[in-house]
């Protein structure tokens, strides 16, 4: 039962799904002019998801901040998790090993950022890899 | 399945997969049985091959003769502290996938292999589980030593020494005290009748009045026979060796003699005979799923395509030109070569090789000369002779000369005079104070051989301590050992008197130990009619006083000794060979070849009284020139060229050719390396030869075939 990245990430999030990776290996030979080539095999491919992970309304920017905290960690257990699938819009991701989390900072280098509702909210983008 | 290069320069790497069975078993408790039963734990294997998509295939090493074939495979998801149900002793298999499955490997789990680390922030940790899987050669290694001989006792024959004498099938003894020499000594040593046992007809050892001599085909039928294999019936039986491929009923018809496998392992035994002809052997995987033994003679590549009887072939392997589009060549199918490191070098040349016989041995007879002085045999002025009778009666022996100095019980007892015999072949005993003329010459001996190719004599001043005779007994392999004659008339008759006597063992002489003289005396009772007695019994003592008595010159003595024996000389069987033009050496690089226990000179000269054909005795002799310089023929045309080794990296990985053989086996040359057009031959024996494949890795991860050859030095050929 594949399970909905919207209620991993949120429903803030956009999600790129790249086209199967292949392993060649190439040889050369001394002098000579071009390359033999092995196809290994199919490596999975690369799932990337960006969006936007919120921090429950406070009065202060450390309370507020603290929430988003929460937030981060809670969503972070994923990629320690082993291979699932997953679903967006209707499509399902099988065998989804999450590599990385990063937080995006602004052009002026701020990752937290409060807003005028008292939410501090980050910016991320996701990778994983299909193992299919 | 394998893929191939055609109309492509790209193509889909080979797919590997372990499959396993499980081995079972349980101990043996100790009990009443025989002790077969006590050493023997049985296992048992399930009966599915089990796919374990858990594990990968990192290597595969073939190797030669008795070192066993390794694969190392590991988990692909272990962590190091698992138990992912592989045990020692599970029985894996390595296949290719796909339609055309082949066998690539069978083996058993020897090692279990769990490492990680830690790793730090420069690099990863990882951790995981290899398994080092070795061939049934490692089993044979472990399991089965080769000790003792087979044989028959009195009980396993029927109706034995009547005319309907046979013996009972299945019916043989081991036995521990003896030890697994064929052919020792040179002397047979193999039963005339074959043990049969179940279906198969096997050499087992006998003694030497019913036996024959062993030959390399007997000796590897009596090791891969269920006397032995009976160990690991479990997994093998090799069947009639005979039929296994690459057996040459011809090449292994070759005697050896005084072999030893005591106390090795089947497979150190196999890889040892086989040398002596200059065979190995490997074990093959083939396309019906069956894999076993196969002996092949190295260096003796002759196809280029493998089949069911070409078990060797030859490989040319393409190095792309200076410029050249590599695509063509793999086009054509070639056998890309990715890298190599080769070495041709002297350093291990020989064409001068030197090998050498045993020493000259000959069998002879000759008078030999009292080794005393004179002037130490003093006649007793009273009873001047005195017998074993007379000595019992006396009430005091030592009150009387004779007894005292020249009786073996006596006081002053003159331990050489009458007694010390010697050929004086070294000088020892001219001029001086013995005076008994020249060195004895050989010349009489030897003949021809006496003197060598410039007319000097081929033998020295040394000491030569008497050896039994080559002379054999009747119906025996002893030897006669020593015959020591006297005689009491100057030489005109000679007889054998009961006495006791040794032989020296500093030079050629031999002490007669008789404690009284008098008693050894003419056989046929004659007695003494010279001064200064006559009418005395004639005995050595009385016979030798006369000779003292009259004063004479040795030579005029009818005192005599004379010797039947063997002695050794200075020189000894030899053949070497000079460098040819072929030579890869500028420099004459000579080697000494000691094969002085398998090439022998030895001859019973005409000079030994027992050449007489009345007597027909046999003797061992021997004179093996024509073997040792074909041997030295041999060795340096195989050893003059240039030694050529090479270490060879395919593109990719070459398992089986499209008929389902592997295309690289143990055994194969590599001819040259085309595209650079380079050949790797040398010449050996006036012909072209190539380095032989040693060793085959497979590196499954790197998806890329080694090959290891080495040139004829290391293959340790033995051109007999």
């Not at chain 1, 202060?60 to 603290?66: E, G, T």
């Not at chain 1, 989804?96 to 939410?119: F, K, P, T, V």
């Not at chain 2, 007997?218 to 690991?232: A, E, F, G, H």
């Not at chain 2, 490989?315 to 990715?338: F, N, S």
């Amino acid at each position: 039962m594949a399970t909905s990245l919207t209620n991993v990430f949120g429903d803030e999030i956009s999600v790129v799904a790249q086209p199967h990776e292949w392993q060649k290996q190439y040889s050369g030979f001394a002098g000579a002019h071009g390359l033999t080539c092995i196809n290994m095999g199919s490596r999975g491919y690369k799932i990337t998801v960006k969006g936007r992970l919120r921090g429950n309304i406070r009065s202060s920017y450390d309370s507020a901040r603290s929430s988003c905290q929460s937030l981060i960690d809670s969503v972070s257990v994923i990629l320690s998790q082993s291979a699932a699938d997953y679903s967006y819009k209707g499509k399902t991701y099988y065998d989804i090993e999450w590599e990385a989390i990063q937080l995006i900072g602004d052009s002026s280098g701020n990752y937290y950022h409060w807003n005028l509702q008292g939410q501090v909210y980050v910016d991320f983008v996701a990778t994983g890899r299909s193992l299919r | 399945m394998t893929s191939n290069y055609n109309n492509s320069v790209s193509v889909s790497a080979i797919d590997l997969i372990a499959q396993c069975r499980s081995v079972n078993y349980k101990a043996k408790k100790p009990g009443k049985s025989n002790n077969d039963e006590l050493m023997r734990v049985k296992p048992s294997f399930s009966n599915r091959w089990v796919s374990m998509f858990d594990l990968g295939v990192d290597k595969i090493v073939h190797n030669r003769g008795a070192m066993p074939s390794v694969a190392i495979l590991y988990s692909t998801e272990s962590r190091w502290n698992d138990d992912n149900g592989l045990k020692h002793g599970d029985m894996i298999r390595i296949v290719t996938t796909g339609r055309n499955s082949r066998i690539v490997f069978i083996g058993f789990v020897t090692a279990i292999q769990p490492h990680f680390t830690g790793g730090s922030p420069q690099g990863q940790s990882y951790e995981g589980i290899n398994y080092v899987i070795s061939d049934i050669r490692w089993l044979m290694d472990r399991s089965i030593v080769i000790s003792g001989q087979v044989g028959r006792t009195i009980d396993d024959f029927e109706n034995y020494g009547q005319e309907n004498q046979a013996a009972v099938d299945d019916a043989f003894s081991w036995f521990a005290g003896r030890r697994a020499v064929f052919n020792q000594d040179n002397l047979p040593n193999k039963d005339n009748e074959l043990l049969r046992y179940g279906n198969f007809d096997i050499p087992i050892f006998g003694p030497s009045h019913r036996s024959g001599y062993w030959t390399i085909a007997d000796i590897v039928k009596y090791l891969l026979s269920p006397l032995w294999l009976k160990n690991i019936d479990f997994v093998y039986i090799a069947g009639d060796p005979e039929q296994l491929p690459g057996f040459n009923a011809e090449d292994f018809n070759k005697i050896v003699y005084n072999v030893s496998l005591e106390g090795l392992s089947l497979n150190q035994a196999l890889d040892y005979i086989l040398r002596q002809v200059g065979y190995s052997y490997r074990w093959s995987y083939y396309p019906n799923g069956a894999s076993s033994f196969v002996f092949y003679k190295m260096l003796e590549a002759d196809k280029s395509s493998r089949s069911s009887i070409e078990h060797q072939v030859k490989h040319k392997l393409y190095a792309p030109d200076i410029g050249e589009d590599c695509y063509r060549a793999v086009e054509r199918g070639k056998k890309m070569l990715w890298s190599a490191h080769l070495s041709k070098n002297i350093e291990s040349t020989i064409n001068l090789p030197l090998v050498y016989g045993s020493p000259a041995k000959y069998e002879f007879t000759a008078e030999l000369i009292p080794a005393w002085k004179d002037a130490d045999l003093v006649i007793p002025s009273s009873n001047p002779v005195m017998y074993e009778a007379d000595l019992a009666t006396s009430g005091n022996p030592e009150a009387y000369d004779y007894y005292k100095y020249y009786h073996s019980r006596g006081s002053l007892f003159k331990r050489d005079v009458g007694r010390l015999w010697c050929l004086n072949e070294s000088g020892r005993y001219t001029g001086g104070d013995y005076n008994r003329g020249m060195p004895f010459d050989w010349t009489a001996v030897l003949g021809d051989d006496a003197v060598n190719i410039l007319k000097r004599k081929n033998f020295g001043l040394w000491d030569r301590p008497l050896l039994p005779c080559l002379t054999k007994e009747k119906n025996s392999e002893d030897s006669v050992r020593y015959i020591v004659e006297f005689s009491f008339d100057g030489g005109s008759t000679w007889q054998k008197i009961p006495c006791g006597i040794r032989a020296l063992k500093d030079q050629a002489g031999i002490y007669i130990s008789e404690p009284n003289l008098a008693e050894i005396g003419d056989q046929s009772s004659a007695e003494t009619s010279d001064s200064p007695w006559s009418g005395e019994n004639l005995n050595l003592w009385t016979s030798l006083v006369v000779d003292k008595t009259a004063g004479g010159e040795l030579a005029t003595w009818k005192t005599k000794v004379r010797i039947t024996a063997c002695v050794q000389m200075d020189y000894r069987l030899y053949a070497y060979q000079l460098p040819t033009v072929k030579s890869g050496s500028p420099f004459n690089q000579f080697a000494i070849y000691d094969y002085s226990d398998k090439y022998y000179w030895k001859t019973r000269t005409t000079a030994s009284v027992l050449a007489n054909e009345t007597l027909s005795l046999a003797a061992d002799e021997r004179k093996d020139y024509t073997e040792i310089s074909s041997l030295a023929e041999r060795l340096g045309q195989f050893g003059e060229d240039q030694s050529f080794s090479g270490d060879f990296m395919l593109d990719r990985l070459w398992l089986n050719n499209s008929a389902g053989y592997a295309e690289f086996e143990i055994g194969d040359v590599i001819t040259d390396i085309n595209g650079r057009e380079h050949s790797l031959a040398t010449n050996v024996a006036n012909r072209s030869v190539y380095p032989e494949i040693v060793q085959i890795v497979h590196l499954a991860q790197m998806n890329k075939t080694r090959l290891i050859t080495r040139d004829l030095r290391f293959s340790e050929v033995r051109p007999e």
